[in-house]
């Protein structure tokens, strides 16, 4: 079955969407997620958003939940490299990411976690 | 892919994938139309949305993608078609929030919102057709 590789830093989870994820593919990454939370003890999950052209209703309700999860489990998520045209579209959809971070780039999310962390 | 005058792709929407597919195709003829990025995401993402419904609520069904023009405008109309329940409230199916399966609420509403027309055809027992229109200009 496909799935979407998650890294782990140190005490924090990193994922990058690199593909058109179908639904199903989706919510194996949020189950894929919080298992590995728990399994690695993550304080952390970063999602790398930077390739993702688009983000929907469903999609956008898989990182809500996933980042609530992790809340659950006291880890923070960041999202990361969301594109201006996928941020525009979001809020004209209507879709608010309750409860998830957002920073530019990687390197500024890892730095989000790090001040989380203190 | 270009499409001739009046032709028009026809994408089954059985599986997941397919609602991947659709996208897929949705945006390369938006991108062959010079839409812009902006536009193109709006556009995708609202046929998402209904690719999804029509897979989710309709029993599958399938996309129907054709160009189209009017007013001196070129644009993209894409069609959503199921024989499935039908909707019988139009009004509480297009408030933002309310869903009948579990999911946000935001489909059919968003679609709405991020196109430039749309039209909703569905009565119970007779299935459903969403279109979407989104224009440029020339």
Redesign the interface.
Known sequence: MERIPILRIGRLLLVTIQV??????AMTLQDDLTTRIVKDRATGVLIDISAL??????I??MISNTAAMARVLDARTVLVGM????A??LV????TLEGVKTALNVERGLALLEREEE | MSLADGAVISVLLITDEDVVRARKVVRDELAALKFSMIEQTKMVTAASELARNTLRYGGGGRAEIEHVTGNGKAGLRVSFIDDGPGIADHELALTDGWTSGGGMGLGLSGARRLSDEFELDSAPGKGTTVTIIKWKAF
């Open positions: 058109d994820m179908h639904d199903r593919l052209d688009i983000v929907d209703s469903f956008g309700r594109q201006p045209a996928v525009i579209t004209e959809l209507g879709l």
